[in-house]
């Protein structure tokens, strides 16, 4: 049973990768959320899969907003690499603790829909004014081996609730 909270900086990451995902792929919001909610569900105290995609959705509005068009996906891609790879602009996050497991969460709920959008627009805006982290191509939290078990939810597949047909020749 999972004691504790996702870490704001999973949160934000997994947030943006839903968002970048739908832009990508074929996959809706709902079924990308859902699959990052079951997976880490199992890891941490439950995270609903509402509240990603609203999280998600408010981060693409904010794209369509500002009209990011063709830097949309860079955008959202980047600031999932930020998140996990810098604690600030300056300061590089250690993905290799010595005492501690780096997917560790925490006994208090640190993250909030709020604080990741709040911080995905300073991204995009420090990124529009070429300050920020310029984004790594083809960065994912997929390729992100410190972080076993997020890279392990990354790369399972879409539950689309397809349904098979079996036909029969009589």
């Known amino acids: 049973m999972p004691d504790s909270y996702c870490p ?11 968002a970048a995902k739908f832009l990508a792929d074929s996959n809706s919001l709902h079924a990308l959320a859902q699959k990052y909610a079951r997976g880490l569900s199992q890891i941490y105290f439950p995270l609903e899969a509402v509240e ?14 500002i009209e990011a068009n063709e830097l949309a996906f860079e955008f959202l891609a ?8 810098f604690v600030s602009t300056k300061t ?3 993905l290799n603790p010595a005492f501690a497991d780096i997917e560790e ?18 991204y995009v805006f420090s990124r ?43």
Do not use: C
């Open 8 to 18: 704001n900086w999973i949160y934000d990451a997994v947030t943006s990768e839903i």
């Open 52 to 65: 990603l995609a609203a999280v998600s959705e408010e981060m693409l509005v904010f794209l369509s907003e």
């Open 78 to 85: 980047g600031f999932g690499y930020y998140r996990v790879n």
């Open 92 to 94: 590089r996050r250690n």
């Open 105 to 122: 969460g925490s006994k208090r709920r640190l993250y909030s829909g709020g604080q990741a959008i709040r911080g995905f627009k300073a």
């Open 128 to 170: 529009r004014s070429d300050v920020g982290i310029a984004y790594s191509p083809g960065w994912s939290l997929a390729s992100q081996h410190e972080l076993a078990s997020i890279s392990k939810i990354s790369k399972e597949l879409v539950d689309t609730g397809a349904i098979s047909l079996n036909y029969s020749t009589a």
